[in-house]
Nanobody, 113 residues
Framework: QVQLVESGGGLVQAGGSLRLSCAAS????????MGWYRQAPGKQRELVAT???????DYTDSVKGRFTISRDNAKNTVYLQMNSLKPEDTAVYYC???????WGQGTQVTVSS
């Protein structure tokens, strides 16, 4: 049973930084593409960033240059470094195992102006 557990969310002022972590159980992590998504109140869940097994990354336009996705296969963990945060980044952030279509429980990020 693959489980994903996000951590690192919190309250930060605009312009600040947070680093989200997503720890995965099981041995399938290294062969899984991983993604970070977010869902703001009243909005649909949207893709933020993805990373392939080979380390190729992709970002939604609104976070390019500010967010960085990375992974550590030895620790079965994927990260999302978020810099220059804006109030519009406020959302619940979820990680996803793209191979299994499995979601974590989410972590709240709130950016105050």
């Amino acid at each position: 049973q693959v489980q994903l557990v996000e951590s690192g969310g919190g309250l930060v002022q605009a312009g600040g930084s947070l680093r989200l972590s997503c720890a995965a159980s099981g041995s399938i992590f290294s062969i899984s593409n991983m993604g970070w998504y977010r869902q703001a109140p009243g909005k649909q869940r949207e893709l933020v960033a993805t990373i392939t097994t080979g380390g190729r990354t992709d970002y939604t336009d609104s976070v390019k240059g500010r967010f960085t996705i990375s992974r550590d296969n030895a620790k079965n963990t994927v990260y999302l470094q978020m810099n220059s945060l804006k109030p519009e980044d406020t959302a619940v952030y979820y990680c996803k195992n793209e191979l299994l279509s499995r979601w974590g429980q989410g972590t709240q990020v709130t950016v105050s102006s």
